[in-house]
């Protein structure tokens, strides 16, 4: 594992959903280094023992910073909890960080069912 970096991020309706999978996850989320949002660090602070760098509040600028990241080959894994039914105000950021995941081919999870695949995977702890 390493020094294998994920950046979690989640939109306030999918919060409880990243808690409850970094919790359900937590020992094997203790072995890579973590970067998160600052309102979905918080919470996964909050709950676990999780050591997370916060970047910026996803609206004032912490997916841009999360996107930059990912250009810069910093970022491994993006679990990115998204809400594709709430209008979000910082929109064009969201759509940039997913952009540069996927033009990067960083390995994304857009929902739970996904992270909980990718975390399970052999693959996720290959260096």
Partial sequence: MGNKTIALVAHDSKKLDIVEWAKFNEDTL???????????????????SLDIHLLLSGPYGGDAQTGAMIAEGRIDFLIFLW????PQPHDVDVKALLRLAVLHNIPMACNRVTADFMISSPLFRQR
């Fill in 83 to 86: 809400d594709p039914l709430t």
């Fill in 30 to 48: 203790r072995g890579f280094t973590l970067y998160a949002t600052q309102a979905t660090g918080e919470e996964i602070k909050r709950h676990t």
